[in-house]
């Protein structure tokens, strides 16, 4: 017996029509495990806060009170899982994450079982319950390796991967470069994302520091643009105020 969410079904609805039309969508990454700190993200107008299973403070334990705080201030509750595992996938998607973003897909291959994960038989082998669980789910498998970047025409290809999402950093340092748009390496590989997601007209996400740099994300096609984290926003407003007050 499948227990769906009883909330704003449309929400979710409207939010994977968006994606999947690749109209901008604006998030925020949350690494604090609080859902005081969830909601004031959600409720300052962003379309979705990605809580950080795979770095952040979070556990499952987490997911269903900060999934159910984002939702009520108006934004979309994703997570970023620990690793491409179909019992990390299946559980943030049971525990009220309407989506997820998936690290450590190097291959097709791989995302083909990522993609099984996500989705209900006949389409995938995820198993059916969760009493928070969306029923269609969407799935972003991460770019975040040389791998990864080599084999993403086919990555994208698979059926049930419905975009993928970019670690500027992680990707850096497999490329060995320096972590910036205008390295004469990262730069290159980054046009290449955008132009494989383009070409088949899927959604493309990215990691952006600050909102000079998300801008140029999108003009570059990226639609889903993380563009503040909880803990940088944190500690740089509280950096900057103590700088201002010491002057």
């Not at 449309?10 to 700190?37: K, M, Q």
């Not at 770095?55 to 934004?75: K, N, Q, V």
């Not at 972590?179 to 990215?206: E, F, Y």
Request: with cysteine; aromatic share 6%; glycine share 10%.
């Amino acid at each position: 017996m499948r227990l769906w969410f009883a909330g704003p079904m449309s929400l979710a609805a409207n939010f994977r029509s968006r994606l999947t039309a690749r109209e901008p969508l604006y998030g925020a990454w949350s690494a604090i495990p609080s859902l005081l700190s969830v909601r004031l993200l959600a409720a300052a107008g962003f379309d979705y806060v990605v809580i950080d299973l795979q770095h952040g403070g979070a556990t499952e334990s987490d997911l269903p009170a900060m999934t159910t705080a984002i939702r009520l201030a108006g934004a979309t509750p994703v997570g970023r899982v620990r690793h491409a595992h179909p019992a990390d996938i299946g559980r943030a998607l049971d525990l009220g994450c309407e989506g997820v973003i998936v690290p450590n897909v190097d291959s097709a291959a791989q995302a083909r079982e990522v993609a099984g994960a996500v989705r209900y038989p006949p389409a995938g082998y995820r198993s059916a319950g969760g009493a928070l669980a969306t029923e269609e789910p969407f799935c972003l498998v991460m770019v975040e390796s040389v791998a990864a970047v080599t084999d993403l025409p086919a990555t994208l290809a698979v059926d049930g991967v419905d975009g993928v999402y970019v670690g500027p950093r992680d990707l850096s340092l497999a490329l060995g470069c320096h972590l910036d748009p205008d390295d004469r390496v990262l730069g290159p590989a980054l046009a290449q994302i955008w132009a494989a997601c383009a070409t088949v007209g899927k959604p493309v996400g990215v990691h952006a520091t600050d909102a000079t740099l998300a801008r140029r994300y999108r003009e570059g096609g990226c639609t889903l643009l993380t563009c503040a984290a909880d803990a940088v926003a944190i500690t740089r407003d509280a950096s900057a105020q103590l700088r201002a007050v010491r002057s």
